[in-house]
């Protein structure tokens, strides 16, 4: 790796540390429950979903590890460690962690129960480039419809959510690169081969 890529891998830690700091205060498993109304279309959606200041506060730090433009998004990190990285099950693992953010990413698990499936990724898109961030109009407008279609507390919900689940795996991710620096080029990784339809093998010092 170059000396700006091991800077960039400092960085990410630097980031994950923050971001786990800033979810110490929320603990506990995001639940919800859905009931049927007093109403054949109406249905009750209840969540444990923080107020939405606060979920502002924890997007500000997962920002960084999903805005396209940070040296320390998510994909970007796990790409510059992967391609430079010799040992087979460690690649194995980082494709697995790459699969996963990506399902994360698609998954549409509150607004789907609700009869309007939308991905995580457009929901996170759409909070922070119309709300917390910046103001695009047709963005907002589009959080709008949504909001129309399922409610704002589901929508909240599944941003909080969403940043939750994606978290798990930069912690992972934080776990490979942990010591990683231009004096310690080590990776590490679950002593487990994650390659495509293997299960077992011998590992190599």
């Not at 923080?50 to 500000?60: F, G, K, Q, T």
């Not at 620096?181 to 011998?202: C, E, I, L, M, W």
Request: net charge negative.
């Amino acid at each position: 790796m170059e000396l700006d890529e091991f800077s960039d891998v400092a960085l990410f830690r630097d980031r994950v540390a923050k971001f786990e700091n800033a979810q110490r205060k929320y603990q506990g498993i995001p639940i919800s429950r859905t009931a049927p109304g007093e109403n054949l279309d109406e249905v009750i959606f209840e969540a444990n979903t923080p107020d939405v200041e606060e979920v502002a506060s924890l997007a500000r730090n997962f920002r960084f590890f999903y805005a396209d433009n940070e040296p320390t998004q998510f994909q970007k990190i796990l790409t510059k460690v992967r391609r430079r990285t010799e040992d087979e099950w460690a690649c194995g693992y980082m494709d697995w962690l790459s699969d996963q953010y990506k399902e994360a990413m698609k998954a549409t698990q509150v607004s789907a129960d609700l009869g309007h499936p939308v991905p995580n990724r457009r929901i996170i898109d759409l909070w922070f480039n119309s709300e917390f961030f910046h103001s695009e109009q047709a963005k907002r407008q589009e959080l709008i419809d949504i909001h129309a279609a399922i409610g704002e507390v589901p929508s909240l919900f599944q941003l909080y959510l969403a940043i939750v689940r994606c978290s798990s795996f930069i912690r992972m991710l934080y776990s490979v690169v942990h010591a990683l620096d231009a004096d310690h080029k080590f990776v590490y990784s679950p002593n487990h081969h994650f390659g495509r339809g293997q299960s077992n093998g011998r590992r190599d010092a």
